[in-house]
């Protein structure tokens, strides 16, 4: 397989993964916001990740689909997708009391431990895409 095709295939499935966590989050804003609060967090700082993470996850996938900015897109996805699998990590080391996740629709339905390899796995098609940009660039 030709390694611009390979490109493009795992930065669809990534602008996909951003495209059903933003959407479903902005969707049901409402229980996306009782999520939040339903942490261990300060009600400010739910309030900031309530109101902060869907237009984020919307404007990594956007930048993701145009060329000139695809490079910020994919290094932004890189990192949303490291620190939301910190976060599936502490919960399975016991972190955190209370463990509500309000991502996309396929998501919700696995197991932190499935939603653990799932990110792993995303993390290293990041890596792996932004290596194949560099070199096709």
Known sequence: MK???????????????????GFSKIFDHSGFRRAMHNQPFPFWFAELLAWTIPPVEILVMVASIYAKTR???????????ILFTGYIV???????????????????????GQHLVFNLVFVFLACYDIKLIKELS
């Open 3 to 21: 390694k611009s095709l390979f490109y493009e295939i795992i930065t669809a499935m990534l602008i996909l993964l951003f495209i059903d966590s």
């Open 71 to 81: 490079l910020y897109g994919l290094y932004a996805s890189l990192i949303l997708l």
């Open 90 to 112: 502490a919960i399975l080391l016991g972190v955190f009391s209370k463990v509500p996740c309000n991502c996309g629709e396929f998501i919700q339905s696995l197991s932190w």
